[in-house]
């Protein structure tokens, strides 16, 4: 049981270059998140899918675009990087109850600088 | 929606000391609240969480933290800081109830040092 798996663990782009993050977690978890950590910012919400198949906005979107996969995937992208997106990417999961209580299981993070 | 506010970012406290680091909440109804830890260049690990089933939450490592709603406090304690607790810590409230509740809202983190 792994938990919630991200590759890369860092990653170096140029600004215009593009990539995609990836995530996967083996919880069976209906859930998942993509967070950003930035230094005296705590994280905050880039994208988050409910459930299989749906995906919405969070505090944070512009500059990314996401897809949820399958029920164990969840993907960020950066389409034309910038270096105001050099940041350290969480992505996150849980069985997601409605009353709020639910755990987030996050991953190890990946740590992008865009030059 | 509900905000957290966490009052100091760094602490330093001698090992064997108390750790107390503080947390203020904002909402006009009795939130679900909890503290993650973060150690350096890993991700975010959950320590305790409260759910109005009890004020006092005990979590992992000897942490433990009291709701008290005529505060609007969450604050996390330890009776005898130890090496390993050297981390970041972060508070953290589900904006909102019911559908969309579990869209979380961190604090902006709470450095701890221990000194040997």
């Known amino acids: 049981n792994a938990g919630v798996t991200q590759t890369p663990k860092f990653q170096v782009l140029k600004t215009g270059q593009s990539m995609t993050l990836q995530c996967a977690q083996d919880m069976n978890h209906n859930s998942m998140y993509w967070y950003r950590q930035d230094p005296g910012m705590g994280l905050r919400l880039i994208y988050y899918?409910?459930?299989?198949?749906?995906?919405d906005k969070g505090e944070v979107p512009n500059g990314y675009n996401v897809s949820r996969l399958n029920k164990r995937e969840f993907s960020l992208r950066l389409e034309s990087a910038a270096p105001s997106q050099t940041s350290v990417y969480f992505c996150a999961s849980s069985e997601a109850g409605p009353s709020g209580t639910d755990t987030q299981y996050f991953g190890p993070g990946t740590r992008l600088t865009v030059l | 929606a509900q905000s957290v506010t966490q009052l100091d970012s760094h602490v330093s406290v001698s090992e064997g000391t108390p750790v107390l680091l503080r947390c203020n909440y904002s909402?006009?109804?009795?939130?679900?609240l909890f503290w993650y830890v973060q150690h350096p260049n890993k991700g975010l690990q959950l320590l305790l969480k409260y759910t109005s089933a009890a004020t006092l939450v005990k979590g992992i490592n000897g942490f433990e933290a009291e709701f008290k709603k005529s505060e609007t406090s969450f604050h996390l304690t330890k009776p005898s800081a130890h090496m390993s607790d050297a981390a970041e810590y972060f508070c953290?409230?589900?904006?909102?109830?019911?559908?969309?509740?579990?869209?979380?809202?961190f604090g902006k983190g709470t450095k701890l040092s221990v000194i040997p």
């Open positions: 953290v409230a589900p904006q909102g109830s019911g559908a969309g509740s579990y869209q979380l809202t």
């Open positions: 899918s409910a459930s299989e198949g749906t995906t």
């Open positions: 909402s006009s109804y009795s939130p679900s």
